[in-house]
């Protein structure tokens, strides 16, 4: 800058560019399936539960998997796919709650049979 007159900035060139080194996707396949002890892809997992392709997104929703994005595809663990394997689940769809006529006659039907037993 020495050189330059007043007004003048010299030009020395650019930086050099600062690339991140990014991992590759094989590469952290790889990894993330030594630390989850394999991965499963999302589209294999229907078939292995025995459930419909809504309810597994549902389950990942829901925080029930340890879901990975590898490449646009999702993946969920080995280890959490087998722990949930080994939970006693429910079959069905839950109860409804009765409604209030629903636990009126219910109510009156007990009063009935109770007055009748006497």
Known sequence: MASATAGQIEFTGFPAPTVA?????WARYRRLSAELGGLI?????????????ARVCQLMNEGRFEVVKIGGTNYVGGEAFEQFLRQERKVGRPLKNPSKMALAKAVVASVKENLSNR
């Open 21 to 25: 080194a990014e991992e590759s996707p």
């Open 41 to 53: 892809p999302q589209t294999m997992l229907p078939l292995a539960l025995g459930v419909s392709t």
